[in-house]
């Protein structure tokens, strides 16, 4: 799905920064009128709409993150879109917006198979309310797993033709069990929350998460879907910490509820709502002005702009500097997202190669005849310390150290190996480059 946005983005502004970012922007404010109106529906008479949508845009996650083409982008205006169906059934009791319903779950997990999660947190919903429980005995929420199922088809058929990579991979997480680091695990799930809600903000979104639970044992449907469609992610993310980190961006879905919850708070809760959401605006300003300007020299670690966004396009041109010097043929590299930001930066005429296990599962042309015998340029991280070793090149030789750095800090630095590539099995391809 982020693929097809980007590719939407980039045929109506071109293969520019801007036409990669363009739905982002434009998600936040649908997936905002989507909150809005979701939080009606489910919280009737408590008037939570505009507070949850200030709330949930408060949060980096919404602030800044859709800023940055990334599969949450798409996931939350879907996720947020099932969330407004399903606000729509309460409300309104016609079956038609299941459709809706399944549609946006099945697009949500062709965006990020968290997505898939949705399903169990309605089932509970409707088992745990009953009068709701009706509808498992209409067609209208079955017909929506079909939907969902029909959307996510394309998905499904990728996976059957390729060895169930990308389900197998997500899968094999589950398994994962390491109790001895598991308090480290559980710490840098909450602290992440903490960072990408923004402090006041998480502190509403506990509280509004202990409210839900406590008003679906009194099964009020509305309260009763915001702890189902909290509680059930959460269990799986608390579960994948006993064995293995969990990325701060993967409970991304939780936010949306999250935010609707915290807007059905009373009493002097409500009174935290503005410092609540002006210290998130406030710190999501203070994130856009470290982005663009830098005014403030962070320590490296603690600079997600520096580390993430900054000194590509100078890289970029270094490495274009020492290609040419070594007369070299082609750049490559191992790491994928290096590869992409290389292709993206470097000029046409310099071909970009991706090598790596990964490749093979894409369908972009085939390099391998094409390095046989020729010289080129092999970009690889200095935070791998080992030498390249690969079957595809010949005894590589180091010919410089280049690095991506802003205002004088350092993100990553880089060493240049002249490699000539023969004949291997290893998978390199040719990356596809804007059409500028």
């Known amino acids: 799905m982020v693929a097809l946005w980007i590719r939407a983005g980039t045929a109506l502004l071109g293969d520019t920064e801007l036409g990669v970012r363009l739905l982002g922007p434009l998600a936040a404010a649908g997936g905002s009128l989507l909150l809005w109106r979701a939080a009606e529906d489910l919280l009737p008479g408590q008037r939570a709409g505009v507070p ?32 407004f169906g399903l606000g729509r059934v309460l409300a309104t009791g016609k079956a038609g917006w299941w459709g809706l319903v399944g549609v946006a779950a099945g697009l949500a997990g062709a965006s990020k198979y968290t997505a898939l999660l949705l399903a169990p947190a309605v089932l509970v919903w409707l088992l745990a309310v009953p009068s709701l429980r009706p509808w498992l005995r209409h067609p209208a929420p079955w017909l929506a797993v079909l939907a969902a199922l029909a959307v996510f088809a394309p998905v499904l058929a990728w996976n059957a033709s390729h060895d169930w990579a990308s389900l197998a991979r997500q899968g094999g997480r589950v398994g994962d069990w390491q109790p001895g680091r598991a308090l480290q695990f559980l710490g840098e799930l909450l602290g992440g929350q903490i960072g990408l809600s923004t402090p006041l903000l998480a502190l509403m979104f506990g509280a509004g998460f202990a409210l839900a639970l406590r008003r679906a044992a009194g099964r009020d449907p509305g309260w009763t879907l915001l702890a189902a469609l909290l509680g059930v992610p959460s269990l799986v993310f608390l579960q994948h910490a006993l064995g293995d980190r969990v990325q701060a961006n993967w409970p991304s879905l939780l936010y949306p509820q999250a935010a609707i919850a915290a807007a059905g708070l009373a009493g002097g809760w409500r009174r935290l709502r503005r ?52 007369a070299a043929g082609y750049v490559v590299a191992e790491n994928y997202g290096h590869a992409a930001e290389l292709a993206w930066h470097l000029p046409t005429e310099i071909p970009v190669l991706a090598l790596d296990a990964r490749w093979r599962w894409f369908d972009l042309p085939d390099a391998r005849d094409f390095v046989a015998g020729r010289t080129g340029l092999l970009l690889r991280s200095d935070r791998r310390a080992e030498p390249p070793d690969s079957a595809d090149f010949g005894p590589p030789h180091q010919v410089g150290t280049i690095e991506r750095s802003r205002g004088g800090m350092v993100a990553e630095r880089f060493r240049l190996y002249r490699v000539t590539g023969r004949e291997g099995d290893d998978p390199i391809v040719f990356l596809p480059r804007p059409r500028r």
């Open 52 to 83: 949850a949508a200030v709330l949930a845009n408060a949060t980096l996650l919404f602030g800044a993150g859709t800023t940055v083409m990334t599969p949450d982008t798409p996931l939350l205006f879907f996720w947020t879109l099932a969330v």
């Open 275 to 326: 410092p609540a959401a002006g210290l998130g605006f406030l710190l999501t300003g203070l994130v856009w002005a470290q982005g663009i300007r830098a005014p403030v020299p962070l320590p490296a670690a603690w600079d997600i702009t520096l580390l993430r966004l900054a000194g590509w396009e100078t890289m970029a041109g270094d490495v274009a500097a020492s290609a040419r010097a070594e």
